[in-house]
């Protein structure tokens, strides 16, 4: 079991370039969400998704589009990166029904660093 | 407005020690309530979670925390720490109509001397 995947790691970027951060989970998660986290602000939140179709802004959505074609993948796009996006981005998942009891909680993975110059 | 406050940036702690990580809340309701942890150049692990019932809630690693709702707080606790508790301590929260959103506090780095 595999979890939260992210992909890639690491990445380095020019300012206008655009990419894409994938992040898979092998769960059966409805929800999935992709979170960054930059110093002194802790983690807001960008964009979110409830199920396959259906995505929603979270905190900080600008500059950033997200798609939710299947249950499994949630990839979170950047069009014209800019420095500001300089930042550590985690993708999280979990099951909607019952709420966040017993082991339904959120489930990070583990992080994609990225670089705008 | 809704917010998560952790009043303390940077804690340094002697190995041995006890430790407290201050968290409080603003919101209308009791929210959901949360402590994570991120050791250097990992993700984000649950140490422990209150949804309602008992207030003092036990977690993974040592770790405990309480829930005030007079003082709208859930400071974590551990008595005695080790080295490995070197990390930084996330508290968040999730609104009970829509409990899948976390919203995160700023983090507290965690120093743990010899």
């Known amino acids: 079991n595999a979890g939260v995947t992210q992909t890639p790691k690491f990445q380095v970027l020019k300012t206008g370039q655009s990419m894409t951060l994938q992040c898979a989970q092998d769960m059966n998660h409805e929800y999935m969400s992709w979170y960054r986290q930059d110093p002194g602000m802790g983690l807001r939140l960008i964009h979110y998704?409830?199920?396959?179709?259906?995505?929603d802004q979270g905190e900080v959505p600008n500059g950033y589009n997200v798609s939710r074609s299947t249950t499994e993948d949630f990839p979170l796009r950047l069009l014209s990166a800019a420095p500001s996006q300089t930042s550590v981005y985690f993708c999280?998942?979990?099951?909607?029904?019952?709420?966040?009891?017993?082991?339904?909680?959120?489930?990070f993975g583990a992080g994609s660093r990225l670089t705008v110059l | 407005a809704q917010s998560v406050t952790q009043p303390d940036i940077h804690i340094t702690v002697s190995e041995g020690a006890s430790l407290e990580l201050r968290c409080n809340y603003s919101y209308g309701a009791t929210p959901y309530l949360f402590w994570y942890v991120q050791s250097p150049g990992q993700g984000l692990q649950l140490l422990l979670k209150y949804f309602s019932g008992d207030t003092l809630v036990q977690g993974i690693k040592g770790f405990e925390a309480e829930f005030k709702r007079s003082q709208s707080s859930f400071n974590l606790r551990k008595p005695s720490v080790h080295w490995s508790d070197a990390a930084e301590y996330f508290c968040?929260?999730?609104?009970?109509?829509?409990?899948?959103?976390?919203?995160f506090g700023a983090g507290t780095t965690v120093t743990v001397r010899a």
């Open positions: 998704s409830v199920g396959a179709g259906i995505t």
């Open positions: 968040a929260v999730g609104l009970r109509s829509n409990d899948y959103k976390l919203s």
């Open positions: 999280a998942s979990r099951q909607l029904a019952g709420g966040p009891t017993g082991a339904n909680v959120l489930t």
